[in-house]
């Protein structure tokens, strides 16, 4: 009985995801999320869990997330796994459009990782863009 009802959650799942990656190839959603996290204090250290690539004095062309590589947006190139971060539900290819209220859209590296990294703030609370419709779903279903 276990087995068949295994096998039969198997199959969902695999209908599920082939449902899911049709309709994100058809789809050009762009999600909107608000995501807050709350720092892991490490001695002196506030620890968010990612990393962030781009900026608007990077070079566009090295940002593996951008579709026609002209964006110079701050994204999302690295969660720690079980950080912070990824706790909140930040996920690797999010395009980070605010940063506590503060626009995000048109800064460089360095200002967007120190607007990240303050240390009188234990929680940021940022606005992101996410275009995987799929990704959203499954981590929804988290």
């Not at 994100?24 to 892991?40: A, M």
Request: proline share 3%; aromatic share 6%.
């Amino acid at each position: 009985m276990v087995e068949w009802e295994y096998n039969n959650y198997l199959m969902v799942v695999k209908v599920l995801n082939d449902f899911l990656s049709k309709l994100n190839s058809q789809c050009s959603c762009v999600l909107q999320q608000r995501i807050e996290i709350r720092k892991l204090r490490q001695g002196e250290h506030l620890i968010l869990g990612f990393s962030i690539g781009g900026g608007i004095d990077q070079d566009p062309g090295q940002n593996p997330f951008s579709e026609d590589k002209s964006d110079k947006g701050i994204y999302v190139t690295r969660v720690t796994p079980e950080g912070p971060a990824e706790v909140a539900g930040l996920m690797m290819g999010d395009k980070v459009m605010q940063v506590n209220g503060w626009d995000m859209t048109m800064v460089t590296h360095d200002q967007a990782r120190k607007r990240l990294t303050k240390k009188n703030e234990d929680v940021v609370r940022l606005l992101v863009t996410r275009k995987s419709l799929e990704q959203a779903v499954k981590h929804s279903m988290m």
